[in-house]
């Protein structure tokens, strides 16, 4: 096969990802991207002494990160570090319980049997229940095209349909965890697992109850030099195999003729291409970008998923009884997906998650000080009065957190940072702010995403988190897998 002249728009996790497929199969890779900088969400920034990660703050499935690695022939010490967790989250409850969930699957069993008054058989059995549901389902959901008919013809697939009604796709997840477990708290726990993927766990189907298998199995790890690290070692490693990078340059348009990509324009000028990869959002891709062609407007209508409302606090003070991940729970869970998903004004208890990497990185804050990533859920940008927003939520987390550590938070705040749906909207393109594309409510939303490719546009492909399989890092990662092989197959 010759070598094709590729062009990828946008220099986000799935960008990268394809960029170093695609090199590392003898291609000629250019990547264009609108910011100053690779990772798209995936960022970080310093400001009076703190550093902060931006973007996703969980990392799980390191092997899709090795994967690239491999194929790009270079040794992955060489770039990027992480070290496995022995503790996945700490949570705190409004009635002042405590749980930390636990990396080994019994030992999280056993410790969510004395916190939760559950037999810890009933832990296991629910996590193996879990994996058999990733199982089932990850190589067709996950790791191949939905929308092409070979994709079907397969052993994994047969099985996935004789058993789907172990999938519970006709239940939400919620109605699935109430059915397995009484306390609240147990049901809120597993619940959280929706906003994974920006969803509200009394929306989406219970197969999603697969998600705590990710951590617990193949576990939580924290990346040497905190999650930017993983942009830029995976921006490294693509300039080292001579992927050509064009930064502050945004595409204005996807040049085609006669149904078959041609290039793109930026400005005025022309860059021809064999092959063309979107990274960015799927919305702006076709509103902006392929004005000339005709959109799939139910698949672009989709209810967004959702967004997120981050402060970035420079604390003075350090905690030494708070790891690194610490999830607040409110009182009311459901009351916040209502404020979520029915567009509500405000949130008045809101779950507050909490991200502190100065606890394994001494240089991300001052000595004696922490750096707090401090986010709640919130809906993505429809318009609503975020300025007043930010103000109600903001003192509703500092009276959240100040009641549960017993500390007068807004007191310890020395430095401040906002980043709400309109500022992600205009820094990454994710249209309305949405962190994973379309909500993955409806149980055909896997078969509702925007495919990898276009039908009516030969050599026209998209990756990223607006279309299949979806958002996340890992997910982000098989899409530019995904990719990878369409092209190889089919040129």
Same mark, same amino acid.
């Not at 695609?22 to 291609?27: A, I, V």
């Not at 965890?177 to 993927?197: G, H, I």
């Given at each position: 096969?010759?070598?094709?002249?590729?062009?990828?728009?946008?220099?986000?996790?799935?960008?990268?990802?394809?960029?170093?497929?695609?090199?590392?199969?003898?291609?000629?890779?250019?990547?264009?991207?609108?910011?100053?900088?690779?990772?798209?969400?995936?960022?970080?920034?310093?400001?009076?002494?703190?550093?902060?990660?931006?973007?996703?703050?969980?990392?799980?499935?390191?092997?899709?990160? !090795?994967?690239?690695?491999?194929?790009?022939?270079?040794?992955?010490?060489?770039?990027?570090?992480?070290?496995?967790?022995?503790?996945?989250?700490?949570?705190?409850?409004?009635?002042?319980?405590?749980?930390?969930?636990?990396?080994?699957?019994?030992?999280?069993?056993?410790?969510?049997?004395?916190?939760?008054?559950?037999?810890?058989?009933?832990?296991?059995?629910?996590?193996?229940?879990?994996?058999?549901?990733?199982?089932?389902?990850?190589?067709?959901?996950?790791?191949?095209?939905?929308?092409?008919?070979?994709?079907?013809?397969?052993?994994?697939?047969?099985?996935?349909?004789?058993?789907?009604?172990?999938?519970?796709?006709?239940?939400?997840?919620?109605?699935?965890?109430?059915?397995?477990?009484?306390?609240?708290?147990?049901?809120?726990?597993?619940?959280?697992?929706?906003?994974?993927?920006?969803?509200?766990?009394?929306?989406?189907?219970?197969?999603?109850?697969?998600?705590?298998?990710? !951590?617990?199995?193949?576990?939580?790890?924290?990346?040497?030099?905190?999650?930017?690290?993983?942009?830029?070692?995976?921006?490294?490693?693509?300039?080292?195999?001579?992927?050509?990078?064009?930064?502050?340059?945004?595409?204005?348009?996807?040049?085609?003729?006669?149904?078959?990509?041609?290039?793109?324009?930026?400005?005025?000028?022309?860059?021809?291409?064999?092959?063309?990869?979107?990274?960015?959002?799927?919305?702006?891709?076709?509103?902006?970008?392929?004005?000339?062609?005709?959109?799939?407007?139910?698949?672009?209508?989709?209810?967004?998923?959702?967004?997120?409302?981050?402060?970035?606090?420079?604390?003075?003070?350090?905690?030494?009884?708070?790891?690194?991940?610490?999830?607040?729970?409110?009182?009311?869970?459901?009351?916040?997906?209502?404020?979520?998903?029915?567009?509500?004004?405000?949130?008045?208890?809101?779950?507050?998650?909490?991200?502190?990497?100065?606890?394994?990185?001494?240089?991300?804050?001052?000595?004696?000080?922490?750096?707090?990533?401090?986010?709640?859920?919130?809906?993505?940008?429809?318009?609503?009065?975020?300025?007043?927003?930010?103000?109600?939520?903001?003192?509703?987390?500092?009276?959240?957190?100040?009641?549960?550590?017993?500390?007068?938070?807004?007191?310890?705040?020395?430095?401040?940072?906002?980043?709400?749906?309109?500022?992600? !909207?205009?820094?990454?393109?994710?249209?309305?702010?949405?962190?994973?594309?379309?909500?993955?409510?409806?149980?055909?939303?896997?078969?509702?995403?925007?495919?990898?490719?276009?039908?009516?546009?030969?050599?026209?492909?998209?990756?990223?988190?607006?279309?299949?399989?979806?958002?996340?890092?890992?997910?982000?990662?098989?899409?530019?897998?995904?990719?990878?092989?369409?092209?190889?197959?089919?040129?």
């Amino acid at each position: 096969m010759r070598k094709k002249k590729i062009v990828i728009i946008g220099a986000g996790v799935a960008g990268l990802a394809s960029a170093i497929r695609l090199r590392s199969k003898g291609h000629l890779v250019s990547v264009y991207e609108a910011n100053e900088y690779p990772g798209g969400k995936l960022t970080a920034f310093s400001a009076e002494g703190y550093r902060f990660d931006m973007g996703p703050s969980l990392f799980t499935m390191p092997q899709f990160i !090795e994967e690239l690695f491999e194929v790009a022939n270079k040794p992955i010490q060489n770039y990027f570090q992480y070290k496995r967790k022995s503790v996945v989250c700490n949570y705190f409850f409004d009635d002042e319980s405590t749980f930390s969930a636990l990396a080994d699957i019994n030992e999280f069993a056993e410790e969510a049997s004395k916190t939760f008054n559950v037999d810890s058989e009933a832990i296991v059995e629910y996590l193996k229940r879990s994996k058999r549901k990733y199982d089932l389902t990850s190589t067709l959901f996950l790791e191949k095209s939905l929308h092409k008919f070979t994709t079907y013809l397969s052993t994994e697939t047969l099985k996935a349909i004789i058993k789907v009604n172990a999938l519970d796709i006709n239940v939400s997840l919620n109605a699935y965890n109430t059915k397995v477990f009484e306390d609240d708290r147990l049901v809120q726990f597993f619940n959280r697992f929706a906003t994974y993927n920006g969803s509200s766990p009394y929306k989406t189907p219970g197969i999603m109850s697969m998600i705590p298998h990710l !951590e617990q199995y193949y576990g939580t790890f924290f990346p040497k030099g905190g999650m930017h690290s993983i942009t830029q070692s995976l921006y490294q490693l693509a300039k080292d195999i001579d992927v050509k990078f064009h930064f502050n340059k945004k595409v204005d348009e996807i040049i085609t003729e006669k149904r078959s990509v041609k290039g793109i324009r930026i400005d005025s000028e022309i860059i021809e291409a064999d092959i063309v990869v979107s990274n960015s959002d799927v919305v702006p891709t076709y509103r902006q970008l392929l004005k000339k062609h005709k959109a799939p407007e139910k698949i672009l209508n989709q209810p967004r998923s959702s967004s997120a409302l981050i402060f970035y606090w420079g604390i003075k003070k350090e905690f030494p009884e708070l790891d690194l991940h610490n999830i607040f729970f409110s009182e009311d869970y459901k009351s916040e997906f209502d404020f979520i998903f029915n567009k509500k004004d405000v949130c008045d208890d809101p779950t507050v998650y909490i991200n502190i990497t100065s606890k394994e990185e001494k240089n991300d804050a001052p000595k004696g000080c922490e750096n707090w990533f401090v986010m709640i859920n919130v809906p993505s940008n429809t318009g609503q009065n975020w300025d007043e927003i930010i103000e109600i939520s903001r003192a509703n987390i500092i009276s959240k957190i100040s009641r549960l550590l017993k500390v007068d938070v807004k007191e310890l705040i020395e430095f401040e940072s906002i980043l709400d749906p309109r500022k992600i !909207e205009s820094n990454t393109q994710s249209y309305q702010g949405a962190l994973y594309g379309a909500a993955s409510n409806n149980k055909f939303a896997a078969f509702l995403r925007h495919p990898n490719f276009k039908r009516s546009i030969q050599n026209l492909y998209f990756c990223g988190g607006s279309v299949h399989p979806g958002g996340g890092i890992p997910l982000c990662l098989l899409s530019g897998k995904i990719v990878s092989d369409l092209i190889q197959k089919t040129n």
